[in-house]
Structure formats: structure tokens, C-alpha cells
């Protein structure tokens, strides 16, 4: 299954809305594991699309996009950065382009603007950390990181988020269950 150096983690408690007041997923993910999850806000706001951000919303490369990054910590030890990035027509002037905590979630809070996630694709590849991943996530120079890019598109097949979240390869597990039918 896995060691407590490494980290078992599911794509499908972070898909669905929460309510106001309960726990973020990370930290109640973490906290039934036995562990603990916290995560600071880096930066949030405007910053042109990257390439591949701009792909999978629409967008022309450098047309502005809402991003929030935040740090995951897993026991205090950083766990895997997390850019979110949404089109400024549904984040721009809304708690999305903030650094505060949003109440029950971002999630919730595309849903409650009219953009409720119905389905994801996700796409994950490995590759060598840039110095920037190396030094943010405390990983060796040796050491792979695993980049899982998440497009959410709402009831109408519009793209309304893309994360793109980057862990060290040797502290991760990444599991999926899908039912069929």
C-alpha cells in the first residue's frame, strides 16, 4: 500500500463541492490518515496563460488567467505546489483572485458563480525538476517530480479551471477509482 514517507493520494474528493465550514479536503484527507495536511496561498492573481494553460482553456499563450498558487505540506514538509488557474470572465473581481481562505472551498464557489465542475480530465507525466520545483519542493537533483494537469469542464463542455500540480516522484502514490457503466 504504501510507508508513511509516502503519500496515497485521490483525484475525486477534490471534484465535488463542499459546504461552508467543513474542513478543506486536504486537511481531512490528511487528518483520516493520521497525518497532517496544511497549505499556504503563494500568490494569487493575474499572470498570462502559459502555453499549456492557455491550450486547454481557449486561450492564446499570454492572454491573462486568475492563477492561486499554493504549497502543500504534508507533516510540515512541502508535499506538492498546486496552480489553479481559471478564466478571468469567472474569477476576475471574485475570491479566486484573493489570497484568502475561501469558505467551503473553490469548488463550491465556481459552483455558486454558475460554473459547477461535471467533468475532469487529467493528464500525468514525470520529468526533472526546474531549480525553481527543486528548491520549493526539497527534492535532490536526482530526483523526478510527477506533474498531474487537471482541465475541469462545467455542464455546457465550457473549460472553467486547470490545475497543474507538481510532486516529488518518490513521496507520491496517486490512486484511482472509477466505476464503469
Do not use: C, F
Amino acid at each position: 500500500m504504501g510507508n508513511r514517507s509516502q503519500w496515497v493520494s485521490s483525484s475525486v474528493p477534490y471534484l465535488a463541492p463542499h459546504a461552508v465550514g467543513a474542513p478543506d479536503v486536504w486537511s481531512a484527507e490528511t487528518a483520516a490518515q493520521g497525518r497532517r495536511g496544511t497549505q499556504r496561498i503563494l500568490h494569487a492573481g493575474e499572470v498570462p496563460a502559459p502555453a499549456v494553460v492557455a491550450e486547454l482553456l481557449g486561450l492564446r499563450e499570454g492572454e491573462p488567467v486568475v492563477v492561486r498558487r499554493r504549497m502543500m505540506l504534508l507533516d510540515d514538509v512541502p508535499n506538492e505546489l498546486t496552480d489553479t488557474y481559471y478564466p478571468v470572465e469567472i474569477a476576475r473581481g471574485t475570491r479566486l483572485a484573493g489570497t484568502a481562505k475561501i469558505p467551503g472551498g473553490a469548488v463550491a464557489l465556481l459552483a455558486e458563480l454558475g460554473y459547477a465542475g461535471a467533468k475532469v480530465r487529467e493528464d500525468v507525466t514525470a520529468h526533472m525538476p526546474n531549480d525553481e520545483e527543486r528548491a520549493a519542493l526539497h527534492t535532490a537533483p536526482d530526483e523526478p517530480v510527477l506533474r498531474l494537469t487537471r482541465l475541469t469542464l462545467d455542464g455546457r463542455d465550457r473549460p472553467v479551471q486547470v490545475d497543474v500540480m507538481t510532486m516529488p516522484a518518490h513521496r507520491q502514490r496517486l490512486h484511482y477509482e472509477l466505476t464503469i457503466g
